[in-house]
């Protein structure tokens, strides 16, 4: 018996990788059509009546979760987002399946054996009511997870808690890892606001340091500090206006 899923996503290309992933993990699923918003998301659900479908959770007009508490037919959900705990740990408690972005070939085998499954859940509304309730409540900062490189025609995803430290040069910042190093437009500046603050700090007018890799502090002539990364040859300099975070060291 054929299996019909519909996808939703207004990021083409993450739609249409979540697409051939599905394709191999599960060939006889029948994926009958590819939404870009929330309102065609539901409309194609409504008209196509699929047994699953694959739900981003942000999506112009109507959200993934706006999508599945309106929808009439009954079908499996499976919610997509990017990285956040906070929303993973409401998904496990209202016991609603979810994948989370970049989807990777495991995560989704497990999410499709639980789907194939006679006894699968279908939607529930009051489950969803809750779910959105709690992801509409009081939330800590959403910071940077993923920065995304391009290489010639094709992207680099880096994890942002893999990075050691961040550096501007000319038109470009380059992003350093343990043991690789990309090159991004996004200006220092317009990074800095975007981290986590707790985690990165910034050193320089154009460094910031992933502070948990910090070996060592180091005290030169004039006063000045210099820092040695875990696994990375290089020193960083700390510039006067920074000092003050490494004084309790």
Not at 141 to 156: C, F, K, M, S, T
Not at 187 to 209: C, E, M, N, S, Y
């Amino acid at each position: 018996m054929s299996v019909t899923a519909v996808i939703a996503d207004d990021e083409a290309e993450l739609a249409a990788h979540l697409q051939r992933q599905l394709a191999a993990a599960w060939p006889e699923l029948d994926v009958a059509g590819i939404a870009r918003n929330g309102p065609e998301a539901l409309e194609l659900l409504e008209r196509e009546r699929p047994d699953v479908a694959f739900l981003d959770i942000r999506m112009p007009g109507l959200s993934g979760l706006e999508v599945a508490k309106r929808l009439t037919a009954q079908c499996r959900v499976v919610f997509v987002t990017a990285f956040d705990h906070y929303a993973v740990e409401a998904f496990e408690q209202e016991a609603v399946d979810y994948l989370l972005k970049p989807v990777t070939p495991e995560r989704l085998a497990r999410t499709v054996e639980r789907l194939r499954r006679p006894s699968a859940p279908t939607h529930d509304p009051a489950a969803l009511s809750a779910l959105l309730e709690r992801l509409q409540g009081p939330k800590e900062p959403e910071y940077l997870q993923w920065i995304r490189a391009g290489l010639g025609e094709r992207v680099q995803l880096v994890a942002v808690n893999e990075v050691f430290y961040f550096h501007a040069s000319a038109k470009y910042t380059s992003v350093v890892t343990a043991g690789d190093e990309v090159m991004i437009r996004t200006p220092i500046k317009a990074l800095a606001d975007q981290l986590d603050p707790q985690r990165f700090w910034q050193i320089h007018r154009g460094t910031i340091v992933n502070a948990s890799v910090v070996e060592a502090v180091h005290r030169e002539f004039g006063g000045r500090l210099s820092l040695t990364l875990r696994g990375r040859p290089e020193s960083l300099t700390v510039s006067r206006p920074f000092v003050h975070l490494f004084r309790q060291m």
